[in-house]
């Protein structure tokens, strides 16, 4: 690490790296599979808007390959933003929890007293306090029943609170026997003259979580989907065609196309990348 730039920040970092480069953020994105936006947090160092720190260390680890810079020298200003950022919340708080220390109101103790009985000449405070809780018991037990009583109809027509229920002289009803469908010598329906349905999608892709993980998908080279895995999360996506795949953890993950499973794609903590999925 040079050390002119050492210490300037990491967001600031790869902003120029990738500026001497040529690169744009859609350069980037296209040979990283990482989405704009994510990017864009990295470059403003709004790692907290991004997933947890297993996959920000997978970007950022994508991200220097890239720009042809040491993922162990992008990983230090990583750890070097987080320390001081850190050190700075802590002071933050140390400081907040400070002021709130005297931030109560100094009563005296006579003004205390003085809330619970009052002058010697008249009566003493603590009664008006246990009547004033005698009161409050009495109204919440009104309360309570009232809202026991059930409420009558003005018309005084009480078949609103019976259950319904069926006239004993109606009889069930009870469909018409249809005929079944005429079938052809091959056992199949014979053609009603109504069109063929339409076919669904092609492929059905199940991805199952069994570790934290992260992946993007991109469904018949249109649609980009991108997300961030729990053990036990499942996603189930649909294409024509075929899908592509890039996955944060290879080996956190179980993948089934039409039902028929495949992988694995690589160990446990691995990224792979560009796995094509399509139909026979």
Not at 229 to 238: K, N, T, Y
Not at 242 to 249: A, T
């Amino acid at each position: 690490m040079n050390e002119e730039n050492k210490n300037e920040a990491i967001g600031r970092f790869l902003r120029s790296a990738r500026d001497q480069q040529g690169f744009s953020l859609l350069d980037v994105s296209a040979k990283t599979k990482i989405s704009v936006s994510n990017l864009e947090y990295i470059e403003n160092e709004q790692f907290a808007s991004l997933p947890n720190e297993v996959f920000v260390k997978g970007f950022l680890r994508s991200y220097a390959k890239v720009l042809g810079i040491s993922e162990s020298e992008i990983l230090e200003r990583f750890h070097q933003w987080k320390s001081q950022n850190l050190a700075h919340t802590v002071s933050e708080n140390e400081k907040v929890e400070q002021d709130n220390k005297w931030s109560w109101p100094q009563i005296p103790l006579g003004r205390i007293r003085s809330l619970y009985y009052e002058d010697r000449r008249n009566v003493p405070g603590k009664m008006i306090v246990n009547i004033l809780i005698v009161l409050a018991v009495i109204l919440g037990i009104m309360i309570l029943f009232s809202k026991r009583t059930p409420v009558e109809d003005p018309s005084g027509d009480s078949s609103a609170s019976r259950p319904l229920s069926s006239p004993a002289s109606e009889p069930l009803g009870i469909p018409p026997a249809t005929s079944a469908p005429s079938t052809t010598a091959a056992g199949l329906p014979a053609d009603s003259g109504a069109p063929p349905k339409p076919q669904g999608p092609n492929l059905h892709l199940v991805v199952q979580a069994i570790d934290r993980s992260w992946i993007s998908v991109v469904i018949d080279d249109g649609i980009t989907r991108e997300f961030s895995l729990h053990p036990d999360d499942r996603i189930s996506l649909e294409a024509d065609k075929k899908f592509v795949l890039n996955i944060g953890n290879a080996g956190g993950v179980k993948v089934s196309l039409n039902g028929k499973p495949v992988g694995p794609f690589g160990k446990k903590g691995e990224i792979v990348k560009g796995i094509k999925l399509a139909g026979n």
